[in-house]
């Protein structure tokens, strides 16, 4: 089987992406009853990260751990790759030491280059234009609790950064519509957020128009790791953008409430909704491991039927 990487959310079918969901059922309710499940024994996983993290480095270590292997921190800080070794040198070296890889870096032409110079799978653990696995969590969080995704409405307020392209992304793969409602200035690009067409979302200049009727509301930081010296100005940008009762009130009565954390209470979202009952954030969270660990064994050893 040649090595399959996860950069983007569009890397994986629709069809592979029904079955890492099957999967990621069986192996989260084999963790919830302590059963042991080691199908990466002795398989070693690289993490390498060039931004901060608190639940993609745990949900990959830990789910590394669990599956039976072990996981490696590695940060540009204290790597040659901070001291200017050429990415491709790194990805050479590092794929013959280990069996996969997950990279959190800047352009995502980064870990396309690392990609291409290395013998493992390569997953995309954040970049500045995705964040496929968080977005593995979140269809799946919302599969678990609704349903089928297809045909429903997602309402994305704010950015529209990685979090919204990787949305956007997935919208095209699993045909779901998404309501965007940026500040002027941050509107979608289409080419950057790779996508096919625009025909699976609509611009809203008001952000109460986009949530109306959604089933998911969902938004992110105003400003993201590598856009800091812009906070000052987002801030300004982004003061009307703050999800809050009255859109969620707007929203279906089922509608939930996502947030990819860590959160600013009082920026992009107000306490009362992300601490409110529509908010599933703790949930979409714990299933950024039950994934992550489907998302290993499937670029690992391919379907298994157990
Ligand atoms: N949501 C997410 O990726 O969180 P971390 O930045 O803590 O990894
Ligand atoms: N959009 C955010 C997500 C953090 C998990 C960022 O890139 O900083």
């Known amino acids: 089987m040649s090595v399959r990487h996860f950069l983007q959310f569009k890397d994986l079918s629709r069809d592979e992406l029904v079955y890492l969901f099957e999967r990621t059922r069986v192996v989260k309710e084999r963790f919830k009853r302590y059963e042991p499940y080691h199908p990466l024994l002795d398989r070693t996983l690289a993490m390498i990260f060039e931004k901060s993290s608190t639940r993609t480095r745990l949900s990959f270590e830990a789910g590394m751990h669990q599956l039976g292997g072990s996981a490696i921190y590695l940060n540009t800080r204290d790597t040659q ?36 110079h290395s013998r493992v799978p390569v997953i995309n653990g954040l970049t500045n234009e995705y964040h496929p696995c968080q977005i593995l969590a979140d269809i799946y969080t919302y599969i678990e609790l609704r349903g089928d995704i297809r045909g429903k409405t997602v309402a994305w307020i704010g950015d529209s950064n990685n979090m919204c392209n990787t949305w956007l992304q997935a919208a095209e793969v699993f045909d779901f519509n998404v309501h965007v409602s940026t500040p002027p200035g941050y509107e979608v690009e289409p080419e950057r957020a790779g996508l096919y067409g625009t025909d699976h979302y609509e611009e809203f200049a008001d952000p109460m128009d986009a949530c109306r009727g959604a089933d998911l509301v969902t938004t992110d930081v105003w400003t993201s790791m590598g856009f800091e010296a812009e906070n000052e100005a987002r801030l300004k940008a982004f003061a009307d953008w703050q999800v809050d009762a009255e859109m969620m009130q707007v929203a279906r009565p089922d509608a939930l409430f996502m947030h990819c954390l860590p959160a600013h209470r009082g920026e992009e979202v107000a306490a009362e909704v992300i601490d409110g009952p529509h908010s599933v954030v703790w949930d979409e969270a714990e299933n950024r491991l039950h994934v992550q660990k489907a998302l290993m064994e499937y670029l690992l050893l391919g379907r298994i039927e157990k």
């Open 81 to 116: 790759l901070g001291r200017g070794e050429p990415v491709e040198d790194a990805a050479e070296v590092i794929s013959r030491m280990v069996d996969i890889v997950m990279i959190r870096t800047f352009e995502q032409a980064i870990i396309e280059r690392f990609a291409a």
